[in-house]
């Protein structure tokens, strides 16, 4: 298995623009979660996803964003309309979660808004 | 709020053992002990996790006290690649629900010097 892919692996973008960051989990994974990672807060769980539901949005900074999980090999991250401070790195994981077990993670998504 | 409590930062010289300390003193029952690293400009890796017991494998070596509020992550010889971001976090074994979440603090920056 080629790991968790996301891409792409950088985008720059103008504030107010629409931005869509994409993951596909390693095949058989049953949970998703997007982190988002900077330098002031650290690594902080945004969402994630259990057999393609929505289990926990809570650290969803807001309305601007929203992630969707279709089906089990692919999901999106998007936020509309972006600012600044959504300048950060963003990182897919996928877990096998009927026990404990590690979560893989993806290489990140590079996110710059001008 | 903050479940763990690691050090900012520790150096090691190369070939040495790195000792990783974490304190966890209001760990419950059924939560686990886990430990991820991140490499610079990667997403964070799964290292290893233990409840009770000690646990060892290719990468590192887990020590949990009886009392089980503290654990040690034990490298047994650095090299370096090892530097890193060292994050020790505590989760519950429940898979389903809100529970089974990846909480990462700030961690440990270990450096490992020639």
């Known amino acids: 298995d080629a790991g968790v892919i996301q891409s792409p692996r950088h985008e720059v973008t103008e504030m107010g623009q629409e931005v869509t960051l994409r993951c596909k989990p390693i095949?058989?994974?049953?949970?998703l979660f997007w982190y988002r990672q900077t330098m002031m807060r650290g690594l902080e769980l945004l969402i994630y996803f259990n057999n393609n539901v929505p289990i926990d949005d809570s650290g969803m900074p807001e309305d601007r964003f929203s992630a969707k999980m279709p089906n089990a090999s692919f999901s999106t991250l998007k936020i509309q309309p972006s600012e600044p401070r959504d300048s950060a790195v963003y990182f897919c994981?996928?877990?096998?979660?009927?026990?404990?077990?590690?979560?893989?993670f993806g290489q990140g998504t590079r996110l710059t808004v001008v | 709020d903050a479940k763990t409590t690691q050090p900012p930062s520790m150096d090691c010289a190369e070939g040495r053992a790195a000792n990783l300390p974490c304190n966890h003193s209001?760990?419950?029952?059924?939560?686990?002990v886990y430990w991820y690293r991140q490499i610079h400009s990667q997403g964070p890796q799964y290292i290893i996790h233990g409840l009770k017991n000690n646990e060892t494998n290719e990468m590192a070596s887990l020590i949990i006290t009886e009392d089980r509020k503290s654990s040690t992550l034990i490298l047994p010889h650095a090299t370096l690649r090892d530097t890193a971001v060292y994050y020790c976090?505590?989760?519950?074994?429940?898979?389903?629900?809100?529970?089974?979440?990846?909480?990462f603090g700030k961690g440990t920056l270990l450096t490992v010097n020639p």
């Open positions: 976090i505590v989760r519950s074994e429940n898979s389903g629900g809100s529970n089974y979440k990846l909480t």
């Open positions: 994981a996928s877990s096998l979660g009927l026990r404990i077990t590690e979560a893989f």
């Open positions: 209001t760990i419950s029952g059924n939560e686990y």
């Open positions: 095949s058989g994974h049953d949970y």
